[in-house]
């Protein structure tokens, strides 16, 4: 689906920010000139820009603007146009101190820096809205204007009375205005933390109540609720005289702080922001490849069946990691092209010009301090947009996953705020790890939150699924009483939405019906301890794997003891008190099988599952050299296959079909060879 109506092709460009420039006419022309020498389509204004606009509380001017907005149009150039929320003028501070946040330790922060209004104060909602409103009437019917930017980079928190209140008041609606009902599934009983009333609710604070999950689990969704509500405030605004430009925000990959499910439901694209370190001393660069395909995978799948846009990536280096190294000759092309196979239509930098001055003087940009159009930088940043251009017929095209990876915010939260078991519990890590090692058997996975619909996929793969949102797991049954396949391991179906535990057996809420086993106890285990599986031999059989490579498997970390009541026994562990007791589970459920692997099972030994699983489901498998990445987006009767070499060495690949290589137009028939670092775009019917 196309993201923009009147674009055609990929977008290529950036945050531009000429408002530090406005006393350097030259300056701002030869952006222009160069912009349009590295093949750029699109300039990202506005993002901070606030005490520009508005220098003084009231006196507005947007003239700058519109000649830079005219100016690119005229030149082919599209803006993205943010609403400046991210920063705030000094003068409104100074005027309106409810406007800064409070940190949990109840002090109100002092002005500067950015990315930390409060968000119920009304005071800054009003000046937003002033502000929106203006943008909107100016700009919001500009041709050259495609998409709404709102705000830069939601997240934090704030501590304030206004937010407490409103945390309150928020509380008392979910509860039904019952004290008694919030008590319950606080289970403040314990440790006499009963309250009388709503009034007595404070958010969690280092100082203060820290120890109900339940709490803290309402104070973390209160916060993205709230968050929610100021975007939604702005989109309200640039709306109200009809005005019909999508709208997005820029997320930041995983971040912890907000529940971007929730978000991501209010915005028309999904946009986010690429700062991985491409290969540093703890990670290899296909490491951070697979890393970053997860966080791609996640932002493609928020909104079913369209593309996403990557809203920043450096073209150099940035200047807030522990180290900031230069990315490599060749890993801009690759890490570009990248995200469009992962499903972006858009590959977009912070930023086209480096400030003289301030926080980002050495953050990578296109244009360096040196002012040259022959840097290292430039040429390869003009590279990818003339390589953008010969992919210009997959704009629009998706990719069509069978498998999903069920990532949930909730259970991240509940996992991280459970009090006890194991210092080792790494939801994120272990959801990471399925998706690399699933990846690797050459099945495309998109990475979903609870409420996407999952009835089309063949494979669900749901890691530590530990806290049941209501009706999942009744839609789980369904999935699998139709046919689909399901895979859940330890730390599923402990507790329900309030995170209280399930009594009868986990996993909870009918679960145990759908796996044919319960729970019966978790051993979490020191660093040091491992345990082994023993498969069974006919399932190994089942899945074409050998004993031979499984018999080293490890268990780590996580041992469940589990007591099957239905489901077929397909592995028990080789070691310690519950020796030969099972570990690995399938049980047939209607039309389709569940899976339970009660441990923390290496590599080795899940790759053995999820063959026999791929195989039973049909699930299309395409195996490419290590090292090699392989993505495949369709429109219409179009396929266009990605091949990355992520690696140093040349590889030779067999195609997935015959075709025609976008990137330099030859036929290319059975076998194509990589160079290191180089992609193949291929073009099918
Ligand atoms: C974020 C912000 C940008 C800039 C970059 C630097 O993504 O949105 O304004 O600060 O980081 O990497
Ligand atoms: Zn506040």
């Known amino acids: 689906?196309?993201?923009?109506?009147?674009?055609?092709?990929?977008?290529?460009?950036?945050?531009?920010?000429?408002?530090?420039?406005?006393?350097?006419?030259?300056?701002?022309?030869?952006?222009?000139?160069l912009m349009k020498e590295a093949g750029i389509n699109t300039a990202t204004l506005g993002v901070f820009s606030w005490a520009v606009y508005e220098p003084e509380e009231g006196v507005f001017h947007f003239e700058w603007l519109e000649s830079i907005i005219n100016n690119l149009y005229t030149a082919g150039i599209y803006?993205?146009?943010?609403?400046?929320?991210?920063?705030?003028?000094?003068?409104?501070?100074?005027?309106?101190?409810?406007?800064?946040r409070v940190a949990s330790n109840g002090v109100r922060n002092h002005h500067g820096v950015r990315h930390n209004h409060c968000m119920s104060s009304r005071v800054y909602r009003e000046k937003a809205a002033i502000l929106d409103t203006k943008l909107e009437e100016h700009f919001g019917n500009h041709p050259g204007v495609i998409?709404?930017?709102?705000?830069?980079?939601?997240?934090?928190?704030?501590?304030?009375?206004?937010?407490?209140?409103?945390?309150?008041?928020?509380?008392?609606?979910?509860?039904?205005?019952?004290?008694?009902?919030?008590?319950?599934?606080?289970?403040?009983?314990?440790?006499?933390h009963n309250y009388n009333?709503?009034?007595?609710?404070?958010?969690?604070?280092?100082?203060?109540?820290?120890?109900?999950?339940?709490?803290?689990?309402?104070?973390?969704?209160?916060?993205?609720?709230?968050?929610?509500?100021?975007?939604?405030?702005?989109?309200?605004?640039?709306?109200?005289?009809?005005?019909?430009?999508?709208?997005?925000?820029?997320?930041?990959?995983?971040?912890?702080?907000?529940?971007?499910?929730?978000?991501?439901?209010?915005?028309?694209?999904?946009?986010?922001?690429?700062?991985?370190?491409?290969?540093?001393?703890?990670?290899?660069?296909?490491?951070?490849?697979?890393?970053?395909?997860?966080?791609?995978?996640?932002?493609?799948?928020?909104?079913?069946?369209?593309?996403?846009?990557?809203?920043?990536?450096?073209?150099?280096?940035?200047?807030?990691?522990?180290?900031?190294?230069?990315?490599?000759?060749?890993?801009?092309?690759?890490?570009?092209?990248?995200?469009?196979?992962?499903?972006?239509d858009t590959v977009q930098y912070f930023q086209w010009r480096k400030g003289r001055g301030s926080f980002e003087q050495y953050h990578g940009a296109v244009m360096d301090h040196v002012g040259r159009n022959d840097t290292r930088t430039f040429l390869e940043v003009k590279e990818v947009g003339e390589i953008l251009k010969k992919l210009e017929k997959t704009e629009g095209s998706v990719i069509k996953a069978?498998?999903?990876?069920?990532?949930?915010?909730?259970?991240?939260?509940?996992?991280?705020?459970?009090?006890?078991?194991?210092?080792?519990?790494?939801?994120?890590?272990?959801?990471?790890?399925?998706?690399?090692?699933?990846?690797?058997?050459?099945?495309?996975?998109?990475?979903?939150t609870p409420s996407i619909d999952f009835s089309g996929y063949k494979v669900l793969i749901a890691p530590m699924l530990y806290l049941l949102r209501p009706e999942l797991a009744e839609r789980l049954k369904c999935f699998v009483d139709e046919g689909g396949m399901l895979l859940t391991?330890?730390?599923?179906?402990?507790?329900?939405?309030?995170?209280?535990?399930?009594?009868?057996?986990?996993?909870?809420?009918?679960?145990?019906?759908?796996f044919g086993l319960y729970t019966e106890e978790i051993d979490t285990l020191y660093p040091s301890d491992v345990n082994g599986i023993a498969f069974d031999e006919g399932f190994l059989e089942e899945a074409g794997v050998t004993k031979e490579v499984t018999k080293d498997a490890k268990i780590t970390d996580f041992c469940e003891v589990l007591k099957v009541q239905e489901a077929e026994i397909l592995g028990t562990y080789t070691k310690d008190f519950y020796k030969g007791t099972p570990v690995v589970t399938r049980n047939h459920y209607g039309k389709g099988d569940a899976y339970y692997?009660?441990?923390?099972?290496?590599?080795?030994?899940?790759?053995?599952?999820?063959?026999?699983?791929?195989?039973?489901?049909?699930?299309?498998?395409?195996?490419?050299?290590?090292?090699?990445?392989?993505?495949?987006?369709?429109?219409?009767?179009?396929?266009?296959?990605?091949?990355?070499?992520?690696?140093?060495?040349?590889?030779?690949?067999?195609?997935?079909?015959?075709?025609?290589?976008?990137?330099?137009?030859?036929?290319?028939k059975g076998t194509l060879r990589l160079q290191p670092l180089e992609t193949a775009v291929i073009e099918s019917k």
């Open 1 to 33: 689906m196309k993201l923009f109506p009147n674009v055609t092709g990929l977008l290529h460009g950036g945050d531009y920010n000429p408002e530090q420039w406005l006393d350097r006419p030259d300056i701002l022309e030869e952006d222009i000139r």
């Open 79 to 100: 803006t993205v146009l943010a609403t400046p929320t991210g920063a705030r003028p000094a003068w409104m501070d100074a005027a309106y101190p409810e406007v800064m």
């Open 147 to 192: 998409l709404w930017h709102i705000s830069n980079e939601f997240g934090g928190e704030c501590y304030c009375d206004l937010c407490q209140n409103k945390f309150r008041n928020w509380l008392k609606e979910k509860y039904h205005n019952n004290i008694e009902e919030l008590n319950k599934a606080w289970w403040t009983t314990f440790w006499s």
């Open 197 to 344: 009333s709503f009034d007595q609710i404070e958010a969690p604070m280092p100082n203060g109540e820290m120890s109900v999950a339940g709490h803290r689990l309402d104070w973390r969704r209160f916060t993205t609720w709230n968050m929610t509500d100021f975007m939604k405030w702005e989109i309200a605004v640039l709306r109200k005289n009809g005005n019909k430009l999508p709208v997005t925000t820029n997320f930041m990959r995983m971040y912890r702080g907000l529940d971007y499910e929730v978000m991501a439901k209010e915005l028309d694209v999904i946009a986010w922001d690429s700062y991985p370190a491409w290969g540093n001393d703890e990670e290899s660069l296909q490491r951070s490849f697979a890393d970053v395909s997860f966080d791609h995978s996640m932002m493609r799948s928020f909104l079913p069946g369209k593309p996403f846009m990557l809203m920043e990536s450096t073209p150099s280096l940035v200047n807030w990691h522990p180290f900031n190294k230069l990315k490599r000759p060749g890993i801009h092309q690759l890490s570009s092209l990248h995200a469009i196979a992962c499903g972006s």
């Open 402 to 448: 069978q498998t999903a990876l069920l990532f949930d915010w909730n259970t991240r939260w509940a996992i991280e705020d459970l009090p006890g078991l194991s210092k080792q519990k790494k939801y994120d890590e272990t959801c990471k790890e399925q998706y690399r090692i699933v990846r690797s058997l050459g099945v495309e996975v998109d990475v979903i």
């Open 489 to 514: 391991t330890y730390l599923t179906g402990y507790v329900d939405d309030t995170t209280l535990c399930y009594l009868g057996g986990f996993p909870g809420d009918g679960l145990m019906e759908l």
């Open 597 to 668: 692997v009660g441990a923390r099972l290496d590599e080795a030994g899940m790759k053995a599952i999820y063959r026999a699983l791929f195989a039973t489901a049909e699930v299309t498998c395409f195996t490419v050299p290590e090292g090699v990445e392989y993505h495949r987006r369709t429109k219409d009767t179009l396929n266009f296959d990605f091949y990355m070499n992520e690696t140093e060495e040349e590889r030779t690949v067999a195609l997935a079909a015959d075709g025609r290589n976008l990137m330099n137009g030859e036929a290319v």
